[in-house]
Structures are given as structure tokens and as C-alpha cells.
């Protein structure tokens, strides 16, 4: 579905992509683990155009992802979840959610996209008419999430779902995540909870300082002792 062969990028003279080569197939949910400065949002960033490759291969379905325009890939099914969230703070829940909405296609199905955000998310239903910015930073994560699948993507990136959140609340996102898989969504996740997003996926991939050192199945890297010693602590 999507495949990156030997992608590089940078950052102006800062390269912060060396030949990154991955891919994922329709149905799973894959993560790109690694610490904080490894290039993850950066590799996202890429794939959504955000940031240009400066060369390599990226397609999605056949469809070479570098001659898209950035405001165009959302049409080839691609659906980004920001860092951050990035919500319109004083815009109502549903107004956000349909700032989602906006292709085409999208557009033709409004009703029945925003029947299935509230559905997932019964608490936004709840709350439709109350600003963004007032939610505490879980609901704002669901909104966020709702937001992206107002598209109907076929593939869903989700940039940090648990960065600035409770331990509690951690645990709720990934159980989202788990949700969102399970309805048939595939999903692409950039985390540094390792062991909370490696029990909601099926393979992942190492990135360290812009290079892929490792990849495998959750259960495989989750018993890697080089893995466990340097991002978990055990």
C-alpha cells in the first residue's frame, strides 16, 4: 500500500532522512519507534509532502507521493494526525471536525462520516458544540483523531498520540488506536511510549538519528535486549 525505498530529506543543509526504506500494507498498523530527535515526525512530514524528499521513492498505491502537492495527497487516502493535535482552539467540536471534511468525496458523505466520528467517540457527540480548546488534551486527541477520519482515509498517520498526556490517559489513546485498527483502518504511528504502542501494533521499525537501525514484529522488538536497555530502562 505505502512504499518508501532510499528516501532522503533535509532540513535546508541539516539532513534529516538517510535512505529510509519501509512499507506498509493494507490493513496494519505499523509503528516507527525511536527517541526524541530520531526523525520520526520528520519522516511523516515526508509522506504527507509536508517536507520534500530530496530523493528516493515514495508511493502510495502505485501513486508517486513526490509529484502530489501536499494539499492533494489527503485525496490519495492519506490522513495525517498531528503532533500536537493542532486543533482551531475556538472553533466548536464539529466545526473541526468538518475542517476534516473538505474533499470532494468527503463532502458527499458528511453525514454519514460524522455519524461514524460519534460513534467511535461518543463523548464529542456529547460535547459537539463546545470549543476545542476547553477539552482536556485526551478529548482533544480524540477530536484531533476524528478529525483526520472524517476523510474516510485509507491510511491513517498518527504523529505522538500520547506526548503531553496522563499515564492514564496514555493508555485510553492506545486503546483508541486499537479500536481504529479493529474497524480496518491502516495506520502508521510515530511514538516514543514504546511499550504501549508496541502492544497496539504489529511490526515496527527502530529510527535512530534519521536511520533505520531495526525492524520486526512487536513481540520481536519488545524482547530485544538492545531495545529494551536503551528505551525502556530494563
Not at 135 to 153: D, T, W
Not at 194 to 202: D, F, M
Not at 208 to 227: F, M, N, P, T
Request: proline share 4%.
Amino acid at each position: 500500500m505505502l512504499q518508501l525505498h532510499a528516501v532522503n530529506a533535509n532540513y535546508g543543509s541539516f539532513q534529516a532522512l538517510f535512505d529510509i526504506s519501509l512499507s506498509v500494507e493494507q490493513g496494519e498498523a505499523v509503528a516507527v519507534i525511536g527517541p526524541n530527535g530520531a526523525g520520526k515526525t520528520t519522516l511523516l512530514r515526508v509522506i504527507s509532502g509536508l517536507v520534500k524528499a530530496r530523493d528516493g521513492t515514495l508511493t502510495m498505491e502505485g501513486s508517486d507521493l513526490r509529484t502530489v502537492p501536499p494539499h492533494a495527497i489527503i485525496e490519495l487516502g492519506i490522513a495525517h494526525v498531528p503532533e500536537n493535535r493542532r486543533l482551531f482552539p475556538r472553533m466548536t467540536i464539529q466545526d473541526n471536525l468538518k475542517i476534516g471534511a473538505f474533499t470532494r468525496s468527503a463532502r458527499k458523505q458528511f453525514k454519514e462520516r460524522l455519524a461514524f466520528v460519534y460513534g467511535l467517540f461518543p463523548i464529542l457527540a456529547a460535547r459537539c458544540t463546545q470549543f476545542a480548546g476547553t477539552l482536556s488534551g485526551g478529548e482533544q486527541q480524540m477530536c484531533a483523531i476524528g478529525r483526520a477520519l472524517m476523510s474516510n482515509p485509507r491510511m491513517l498517520l498518527m504523529d505522538e498520540p500520547s506526548a503531553g498526556l496522563a499515564p492514564v490517559i496514555v493508555q485510553q489513546v492506545f486503546e483508541l488506536v486499537r479500536q481504529i485498527r479493529e474497524k480496518g483502518f491502516t495506520v502508521l504511528i510515530v511514538e516514543q511510549n514504546i511499550q504501549q504502542v508496541l502492544k497496539a501494533v504489529s511490526r515496527a521499525y527502530l529510527l535512530e538519528v534519521g536511520r533505520i537501525k531495526a525492524s520486526g514484529s512487536s513481540a520481536e522488538l519488545i524482547d530485544s535486549e538492545e531495545i529494551r536497555r536503551a528505551y525502556i530502562g530494563v
